[in-house]
């Protein structure tokens, strides 16, 4: 079935350095992708999507580029911020399913 | 636009116990409703999903049951609970790909 793999969390950094979530899928056919981000105490949020194959979705300084041939939607963002700190879920929907299937989630907390 | 309300937002339950989280939406009308559990370390993994009032799929075997007494009212319950209900729950709704999907804040149930 379908499937998705997160990178292993928890993630520190300090603020303004370069982030990279790594998020790879297995799927039949051809999925949309999805980053969600949930702050402390709240529900997930959607971050960005992509919908086909070299689509970029990008959001608050965060961008992830659909890669067919790597089957992957790595997130990233270039100077990351305290207000960063959330966890971050990647996320696939095939065409005509009901559901999302989700990756277990990598936590990122950003340091001043 | 859309907004879900989740109750608890934390539980601490004993095993053998029974359960009842209550999820209601606002803002839309006839969506598609999902509950989703998030276990220790692992993604969220969709529990239930109803497409109407009483039609309940359930995508894994397990320990709870859902129900939708209303357009929007979804409900997970339990007549005993297990060690192993222990997780986040979060219910989500979908209404179309124009407004994709809507997560509530979740519960975070603790079964001891």
């Known amino acids: 079935g379908d499937s998705v793999t997160q990178m292993e969390g928890p993630v520190t950094l300090s603020e303004e350095a370069f982030l990279t979530i790594n998020c790879t899928y297995t799927?039949?056919?051809?999925?949309?992708l999805f980053w969600y981000v949930q702050y402390p105490g709240e529900g997930l949020q959607l971050l960005l999507k992509a919908t086909k194959a070299d689509d970029k979705g990008s959001n608050k300084g965060f961008e992830a580029t659909y890669r067919k041939e790597t089957t992957s939607f790595h997130l990233e963002k270039g100077s990351v911020q305290v207000s960063d700190s959330a966890v971050y879920f990647c996320?696939?929907?095939?065409?005509?399913?009901?559901?999302?299937?989700f990756g277990q989630g990598t936590r990122l907390t950003i340091n001043p | 636009s859309q907004t879900i309300h989740q109750w608890p937002a934390t539980l601490v339950q004993p095993v053998g116990s029974p359960l009842s989280l209550e999820c209601t939406v606002e803002?839309?009308?006839?969506?598609?409703l999902y509950w989703y559990r998030q276990a220790a370390g692992r993604g969220l993994q969709l529990l239930f999903y109803s497409v109407g009032i009483g039609q309940i799929s359930s995508e894994v075997p397990q320990n709870l049951s859902a129900s939708r007494p209303q357009d929007r009212q979804f409900i997970l319950s339990s007549k005993k609970l297990l060690l192993s209900d222990s997780g986040f729950y979060l219910c989500?709704?979908?209404?179309?790909?124009?407004?994709?999907?809507?997560f509530g804040s979740g519960t975070r149930l603790t079964v001891v």
């Open positions: 799927a039949t056919g051809y999925p949309s």
């Open positions: 989500a709704t979908f209404k179309g790909s124009s407004y994709g999907y809507t």
């Open positions: 996320a696939l929907k095939n065409q005509g399913a009901q559901k999302l299937v």
């Open positions: 803002g839309t009308s006839n969506p598609n």
